[in-house]
């Protein structure tokens, strides 16, 4: 089984910063991916954001977050984080944690997930 934990989502003015973090625990897999999901647009799936692979070498990232958002790896502390920066209010979204054992940018692909951290990101 595997448990995934977000958090580090919050309100921030346009602009700044957050860093996210995903805490696995159980078995490790070979990717781990952030989406987000904007909640005022039901029925809209989730957005992929940025993969990486657990063992290194290999990361990805939506073209709405290049050069913004890098996601890395501790796997010391089996933790994946998503640094934010330069936000826009189109961030704005709950960003989850999933992880699987392909490299895809397709939510249905993944079988885990975590809770969700809200991010907003006033004008």
């Known amino acids: 089984q595997v448990q995934l934990v977000e958090s580090g989502g919050g309100l921030v003015q346009a602009g700044g910063s957050l860093r996210l973090s995903c805490v696995a625990s159980g078995r490790t897999l070979s990717w781990y991916t952030w989406f987000r999901q904007a909640p005022e647009v039901p029925g809209k799936e989730r957005e992929f954001?940025?993969?990486?692979?657990?063992?290194?070498?290999?990361?990805s990232y939506a073209g709405s977050v290049k050069g913004r958002f890098t996601i890395s790896r501790d796997n010391a502390k089996n933790t994946v984080y998503l640094q934010m920066n330069s936000l826009k209010p189109e961030d704005t979204a709950v960003y989850y944690c999933?992880?699987?054992?392909?490299?895809?940018?397709?939510?249905?692909?993944?079988?885990?997930w975590g809770q969700g951290t809200q991010v907003t990101v006033s004008s």
């Open positions: 954001v940025a993969l990486i692979r657990w063992s290194g070498g290999m990361a």
């Open positions: 999933a992880a699987g054992a392909q490299n895809s940018d397709s939510w249905s692909a993944y079988t885990y």
